[in-house]
């Protein structure tokens, strides 16, 4: 563990890993308490189409990611409005958008490339030095953001009609939890990539409330839950020679099946 840190690159892997592990399972909590799941995959795909865009224009791919996932962050809320009682209609339409464009400007850029590889399935060997400062600029509004509206956020992700009669906005907020979920993409995919981001949003969410007692233990055991898969995940990655996502990504579902495995032993008991 401790020779692999002499490295900087796996210095940089880590301290990235470390805001990934705590972000996600910070916005995450929110957006698996609204039955919002599936978002992260519909705004992971829009930042391919930009990161694809960075490649194909020749600007930085973080930027052109930022970008396409903050538009179709706002085209969800816009759209889920234009569909009342259909409102998953929204992120099919984006979803479907966002990997059009992304096939088209991969085409026009003629096909992959090991950098874009990198963003699809997450790479240690990526993080630069550049990455680390977006990615921590990115993380301190997420969390700044949690903590000055942890109290509505918590309000309407459970009640959202209620938080609505007591004057809270919950249209900006549901406006605003989907941008930070943008940004929570964009900080993820150089470790996670972009194709299993959405599963690090859910995961060690869906395994803490298995075994949370209360809204802020569960917040609290996710980013755990986040923090071994992300750090394992990193060693392995090293150690196996193998894609940090998808080693992040297994670990995240190993933990959630002993969790579901140890619950029903102890329901049989």
């Known amino acids: 563990m401790i020779e692999i840190l002499q490295y900087g690159f796996m210095q940089r892997a880590f301290v990235a890993g470390i805001m990934v592990a705590v972000t996600c399972p910070l916005i995450g909590i929110f957006i698996v308490l609204k039955r919002l799941s599936m978002i992260g995959d519909t705004l992971s795909h829009a930042s391919l189409a930009g990161i694809a865009a960075g490649m194909l224009f020749g600007f930085y791919p973080f ?12 085209a969800i809320e816009k759209l889920r409005k234009s569909f009342v009682g259909y409102g998953e209609l929204s992120n099919s339409i984006v979803l479907s958008t966002g990997i059009g464009l992304a096939v088209l400007f991969i085409g026009l850029a003629k096909g992959y490339n090991a950098d874009l590889m990198g963003y699809l399935f997450g790479s240690i060997a990526a993080v630069s030095l550049q990455d680390i400062y977006v990615m921590l600029f990115l993380s301190l509004i997420i969390i700044i953001s949690v903590i000055i509206l942890y109290h509505k956020l ?4 459970f009640d959202e009609e209620g938080a609505q009669v007591s004057g809270i906005s919950a249209s900006f907020l549901n ?4 941008m930070l979920t943008s940004f929570t993409i964009v900080v993820s995919m150089r470790i996670v990539g972009v194709f299993m981001v959405s599963s690090l949003l859910v995961l060690p969410v869906a395994t803490a409330i298995q075994v949370g007692k209360g809204f802020k233990n569960s ?5 755990i ?3 071994v898969s992300v750090i ?5 990655s090293y150690y196996l020679d193998i894609a940090s996502g998808g080693a992040i990504v297994l670990l995240s579902v190993l933990m959630l099946v002993i969790v579901l495995i140890y619950n029903m032993a102890k329901k049989s008991l």
Not at 63 to 74: K, M, R, T, Y
Not at 175 to 178: K, M, P, R
Request: hydrophobic share 75%; aromatic share 22%.
């Open 154 to 157: 918590f309000y309407i992700a």
């Open 232 to 236: 394992c995940g990193l060693l392995l």
């Open 225 to 227: 839950f986040a923090l």
């Open 175 to 178: 406006v605003y939890i989907t």
């Open 219 to 223: 917040l609290f055991l996710s980013i």
């Open 63 to 74: 930027w052109g990611a930022l970008l396409f996932s903050v538009i179709a962050a706002l």
